[in-house]
C-alpha cells in the first residue's frame, strides 16, 4: 500500500514544546476513544479549516486486523460522495497510522437521537433518503459497508448525514459469490440461500 510521505514524520510533539502537530495539522482536541485508535479534532496551519485525525496505533494491531484497516482505507480512498466522510490524507509512521478525514461538527446521531428524542418525519425522511444515497452509490461500485449503526452516521453542521467507515469492518468490496452476513442474519442467510448486505 503506497501512502503519502510527509516532509517529516508526523510524530506527535511531547507537551510543553508548543502545539501538538500532526504533519500541517495542530490537534485541538480529542473526538473519541477506541481499544486501537483514538480520534483527534485538528486545524490544518494554514488554511484553518477543521479535520477529523483518526490515530491508529500498529502495534495494538494483529496482522489481520491491520490489514483489514489497510483495504478499509484503500477503498474509502475511492469514494466520493456528499453523505460519506471524505478521507483526506493518510501518513505512517513505523508504529502509528494517521487518516485525515472530513470533520462532522454535529457528531453521532446515536448522540443527537439520545439528547433531542425523536426526529420529526420529514427530517427522519430526509436523513433516511441522505443514508439510502450513500448506501446505493457503495453498492453500485461493489462497495458494502458492513458496519451501519447509529454511532456511525454522523452530522455535518448543515445536520446532514455523514457515514463513517474506518473500523476494520466498515467499507468493503463485495464479494459477489460469498455471503455476506452479519452474525445475527447468518442463520437467515444460511436457511435462504440469500445474501444480505448490512
Not at 69 to 74: F, G, K, N, T
Not at 105 to 116: M, P, Q, R, V
Not at 160 to 171: R, S
Request: hydrophobic share 40%; charged share 25%.
Amino acid at each position: 500500500m503506497v501512502m503519502a510521505e510527509p516532509r517529516r514524520p508526523p510524530a506527535l510533539l511531547p507537551r510543553g514544546l508548543g502545539p501538538v502537530r500532526v504533519g500541517f495539522y495542530d490537534i485541538e482536541g480529542t473526538l473519541g476513544k477506541g481499544n486501537f485508535a483514538v480520534v483527534k479534532l485538528a486545524r490544518h496551519r494554514i488554511t484553518r479549516s477543521e479535520v477529523a485525525i483518526k490515530i491508529i496505533d500498529k502495534s495494538q494491531l494483529d496482522a489481520v486486523n491491520l490489514e483489514k484497516i489497510y483495504r478499509e482505507v484503500q477503498i474509502m480512498k475511492m469514494l466520493d460522495h456528499p453523505h460519506i466522510i471524505k478521507l483526506y490524507q493518510v501518513m505512517e509512521t513505523k508504529s502509528m497510522l494517521y487518516l485525515v478525514t472530513e470533520f462532522a461538527k454535529n457528531g453521532e446521531i446515536f448522540d443527537y437521537l439520545a439528547s433531542h428524542g425523536r426526529l420529526s418525519e420529514s427530517e427522519a425522511r430526509r436523513k433516511f433518503w441522505q443514508i439510502l444515497s450513500a448506501v446505493e452509490y457503495c453498492h453500485g461500485r461493489k462497495i458494502v459497508h458492513r458496519d451501519l449503526k447509529a454511532e456511525n452516521l454522523l452530522l455535518d453542521n448543515n445536520m446532514n448525514i455523514k457515514i463513517a467507515g474506518i473500523t476494520g469492518t466498515g467499507f468493503q468490496l463485495l464479494v459477489t459469490d460469498a455471503l455476506c452476513c452479519h452474525p445475527i442474519k447468518l442463520a437467515h442467510c444460511l436457511y435462504s440461500g440469500t445474501s444480505v448486505h448490512l
